[in-house]
């Protein structure tokens, strides 16, 4: 155990509230452990999925009559350009696929649009347009796919743009495009896809100059995913640990805790001025007068101020310092005479008889019966250890 003065005023001093604190701390500690163990942390984690919707147009078209290149009835597919002579009419078959995480959307909802527009334009802006709807249609999905299609006679075209040219001329130029227009409701997710390409038609031949395509992603939150996993093994050891041993401190406190603060700030005292004070016996015949000082701070400064020592007499419980005849001194005891002599009762002992006042009778007897002055036996002091050893 640590001999230490201070902590032993702090504990005379708090050693009660430090005792509830360290309790109360140990018992939160235990208990913050046994929760931690019965109680494991559960994470939560949203789970997202993906919506993906794309669509694109394919071409083709039947040749319609023998020639060098294609014999008739033969289909053309997605090919680059077609004669017009060969097979005047295109087929155009808007396809939109839609996906989700883990497969494919059956029950959604699916619109193509398919429209040619005739624009007049001069210096880049247009000052005219016609549009011809080809296609409105909501087809049925199957295994996600939604098709449509539809048949254009690239003959009427060409005759109404050469026309349209016509009515123009010196202004500005025709020009003709194809736009293709999907909207879609997955039940989740709802939007648009738009597309165009320019629809190119010359006196022997056509095409379609660019790809129309386009595509949408969506997220959602599908569900979520909890974990459960045990607190660390660190933060419920530090636990079980730190609630032990401030148990087991508050138990040591308690024992530990002077119940005499006056005792334990003298110690302290003790401690601190150690350098003045020597440990000796002191008579109790030592000096003229004798000063009670209240502290033993008082002592030490009496003994600094005179160059003195102060002398500890412990038999005694008994701080002084002896200058010129002059005993300064401190004692928990009291004064100098309940120091020297701590179990006698001065105020029960005997009446003293004064020598020069009468005696009675009563007063005679008594002395005359008593052999207190008489007997030989009597030991004979010398000094205050002889008188301690008696006691």
């Known amino acids: 155990m640590i001999d230490n003065p201070r902590l032993d005023l702090l504990l005379a001093r708090s050693g009660r509230s430090i005792v509830i604190v360290l309790a109360v701390v140990g018992v939160l500690a235990i208990g913050a452990s046994g929760w931690a163990v019965a109680n494991p942390v559960t994470t939560t984690e949203p789970q997202f999925g993906e919506e993906r919707v794309t669509t694109g147009v394919g071409t083709s078209a039947v040749v319609t009559e023998n020639g060098t290149l294609w014999n008739e009835g033969e289909r053309l597919t997605d090919s680059s350009v077609y004669v017009l002579n060969a097979s005047p009419e295109l087929t155009v078959t808007p396809k939109t696929r839609l996906r989700e995480s883990g497969g494919s959307?059956?029950?959604?909802?699916?619109?193509?649009?398919?429209?040619?527009?005739?624009?007049?334009?001069?210096?880049?802006?247009?000052?005219?347009?016609?549009?011809?709807?080809?296609?409105?249609?909501?087809?049925?999905?199957?295994?996600?796919?939604?098709?449509?299609?539809?048949?254009?006679?690239?003959?009427?075209?060409?005759?109404?743009?050469?026309?349209?040219?016509?009515?123009?001329?010196?202004?500005?130029?025709?020009?003709?495009?194809?736009?293709?227009?999907?909207?879609?409701?997955?039940?989740?997710?709802?939007?648009?896809?738009?597309?165009?390409?320019?629809?190119?038609?010359?006196?022997?031949?056509?095409?379609?100059?660019?790809?129309?395509?386009?595509?949408?992603?969506?997220?959602?939150?599908?569900?979520?995913?909890?974990?459960?996993?045990?607190?660390?093994?660190?933060?419920?050891?530090?636990?079980?640990?730190?609630?032990?041993?401030?148990?087991?401190?508050?138990?040591?406190?308690?024992?530990?805790?002077?119940?005499?603060?006056?005792?334990?700030?003298?110690?302290?005292?003790?401690?601190?001025?150690?350098?003045?004070?020597?440990?000796?016996?002191?008579?109790?015949?030592?000096?003229?007068?004798?000063?009670?000082?209240?502290?033993?701070?008082?002592?030490?400064?009496?003994?600094?101020d005179t160059n003195e020592r102060v002398v500890h007499d412990q038999q005694r419980g008994l701080f002084a310092v002896v200058n010129d005849g002059v005993v300064y001194y401190y004692s928990d005891r009291g004064l100098w005479e309940e120091t020297a002599w701590p179990e006698m009762d001065l105020e029960e002992q005997p009446p003293v008889v004064d020598a020069d006042g009468d005696l009675s009778a009563e007063d005679l007897s008594e002395l005359e019966g008593g052999d207190a002055f008489t007997s030989s036996d009597e030991p004979d002091f010398d000094d205050d250890e002889q008188v301690w050893e008696q006691l």
Do not use: C, K
């Open 105 to 304: 959307l059956e029950d959604a909802n699916v619109t193509h649009e398919l429209v040619l527009r005739f624009e007049a334009t001069r210096d880049g802006s247009t000052f005219w347009n016609e549009t011809h709807e080809v296609l409105r249609e909501s087809p049925t999905i199957e295994d996600g796919v939604a098709t449509s299609e539809a048949t254009i006679d690239i003959e009427d075209y060409q005759q109404r743009q050469q026309q349209l040219q016509r009515e123009v001329s010196g202004i500005g130029s025709v020009s003709l495009t194809m736009e293709l227009r999907v909207t879609y409701d997955t039940g989740r997710q709802s939007g648009t896809l738009t597309s165009t390409a320019p629809l190119q038609i010359t006196g022997n031949a056509y095409w379609v100059g660019g790809s129309l395509s386009d595509s949408a992603t969506h997220s959602y939150q599908r569900g979520v995913e909890r974990t459960t996993e045990s607190r660390g093994t660190a933060l419920i050891g530090g636990l079980s640990v730190l609630g032990t041993l401030s148990l087991v401190s508050a138990a040591v406190v308690a024992r530990r805790s002077p119940t005499d603060i006056d005792a334990a700030r003298r110690a302290v005292h003790e401690q601190r001025y150690a350098e003045w004070i020597s440990r000796g016996s002191i008579p109790m015949w030592i000096g003229d007068y004798h000063v009670s000082l209240d502290t033993l701070e008082d002592v030490v400064d009496v003994a600094i």
